[in-house]
């Protein structure tokens, strides 16, 4: 075998395995960016008579961190405020020649968008609407089927041995298998359980928006939270975006 051909050989072995990683990467990049741990919030600003405020100033203010975002309401009144991080948040709304309007208790959560609308007043911008935002929202953006707990929740309730896996248990439609052991951690705690009948390999583990999947086994979990660090628990049952294509199952979203 000539030196020529063993070199072109090399060559072209070597193409494909930089072709290969680089499609590798681009994939995992995709898979990690899609993986949303932010939410919005949005909503529609009008005046008495139910005609659009433009140009009114929303200012968003996390309640514990104080991070704040200020945005202006389009020409029909609309307005919108991506990648927040979840939490409780005051709405301030203000605009000359109107009551300022102040929203508080507006709960943020991960991959949803809350909605919050305003009604202004006339009056001096001195003066001040003092409203608490509806403890219950409803889901209008999305068809996801699923449900929410607090970090405040989630450290108040009697979990077995103190992992958050046991609230996979507390959700519809699961079922555990033998195995399932909340107890235990690592390769020793056994996660296994079905949702609506989808196998127990099917399900998609997310802390901080990262895959916490064994993907050896996907029957077994990398990191355990502790329960105090913990500021939202959230399981997906059914009709969730694609950006969770990895699951067919629940997709269980820790956020610390």
């Keep these: 075998m000539s030196k020529v051909f063993t070199y072109r050989c090399l060559k072209g072995r070597s193409m494909r395995s930089v072709i290969m990683l680089v499609g590798c990467i681009a994939m ?6 899609a993986q949303k741990t932010t939410g919005s919030i949005s909503g529609n600003v009008t005046d008495q008579s139910g005609a659009a405020v433009a140009d009114a100033t929303v200012t968003v203010t996390q309640e514990v961190t104080g991070f704040s975002r200020t ?51 006339v009056g001096g911008v001195t003066e001040t609407v003092n409203i608490t935002a509806d403890v219950v ?22 979990l077995n041995g103190r992992s958050f896996v ?12 033998n195995n399932f052991d909340s107890k235990s951690k690592g390769l020793f705690g056994g996660v296994d359980f ?38 939202e628990f959230k399981s997906l049952r059914n009709a969730y975006g694609p950006e969770y294509g990895q699951a067919a199952g629940a997709v269980v979203s820790i956020i610390t």
């Design 28 to 33: 995992l990049a995709s898979f990690v960016v």
């Design 71 to 121: 945005i202006q309401t389009s020409g029909d009144g609309n307005y919108t405020i991506p990648d927040l991080p979840a939490g409780s948040y005051i709405i301030s709304i203000r605009k000359e020649g109107f009551k300022e309007i102040i929203v508080a208790s507006v709960v943020v959560n991960t991959a949803t968008v809350t909605r919050q609308n305003g009604m202004l007043e």
């Design 137 to 158: 929202q409803i889901e209008t953006q999305t068809g996801a089927v699923g449900e929410i707990v607090t970090g405040e929740q989630v450290r108040e309730l009697p």
């Design 166 to 177: 046991q609230l996979t248990q507390l959700q519809p439609g699961v079922s555990s298998a």
């Design 194 to 231: 079905s949702v609506n009948g989808n196998s127990a390999q099917s399900n998609l583990f997310l802390t901080d928006g990262a895959n916490n999947n064994d993907t050896g086994s996907n029957r077994t979990i990398l990191l355990f939270p502790s329960i105090e660090a913990i500021a």
